[in-house]
């Protein structure tokens, strides 16, 4: 896989983004193995720049495995400062296919109603009401359920 290459600019704005977070995959004594890049690739995939906090005490070491990754990885490399090796590549987009369910009712909404005052220099009092799937906000402020409720036969026929 070949390896990204990013513009000295687009370099020092990763580098800027990188300042603040915190390393999210660290590699140990051990060095690189097959789970530190397959766990270096997943967070690349959820996050696009990541750090990677490297324990061993050899610099030349910690450089090979930099550029070992980026290669791997098709990722550029950004930053090795100390310890620490800052990593980007673009998310993958991934889309996500909602199923549209036909009997999913609609969920609640929320309405912002003003009930102004019989005298003329009050301000209106504002209430926050909540329509559920089933009901309706009727013209004077109140909610209502969209279908009467249904009654049986017998019910209806004792009345």
């Known amino acids: 896989m070949t390896k990204i290459i990013l513009t000295p600019a687009q370099r ?3 580098r800027a983004e990188a300042h603040h977070l ?3 995959v660290m590699i140990g004594n051990d060095g690189l193995s097959t789970a530190v890049t397959k ?3 997943a967070s690349l995939n959820a996050h696009g720049l990541i750090k990677i906090r490297v324990l061993g005490d050899d610099r030349v070491t910690r450089e090979e495995m930099f550029q070992t990754l980026a290669e791997k990885l098709s990722a550029a490399p950004i930053q090795h ?3 620490l090796l800052v990593l ?3 998310k993958p987009e991934i889309k996500k296919v909602r199923s549209e369910d036909e009997d999913r009712m609609p969920g609640p909404r929320d309405f912002k109603v003003l009930k102004y005052s019989t005298l003329g220099g009050q301000r209106p009092e504002v209430k926050m ?3 559920l799937g089933n009901q309706r906000l009727t ?3 109140k909610v209502k359920r969209a279908q009467p409720k249904q009654t049986s036969i017998k019910k209806r026929s004792q009345t």
Do not use: F
């Open 81 to 83: 400062i100390g310890k």
């Open 139 to 141: 013209q004077g402020g």
């Open 12 to 14: 020092k704005v990763h």
């Open 22 to 24: 915190d390393p999210v």
């Open 39 to 41: 766990e270096v690739n």
């Open 88 to 90: 980007w590549r673009p």
């Open 129 to 131: 009401l909540r329509v």
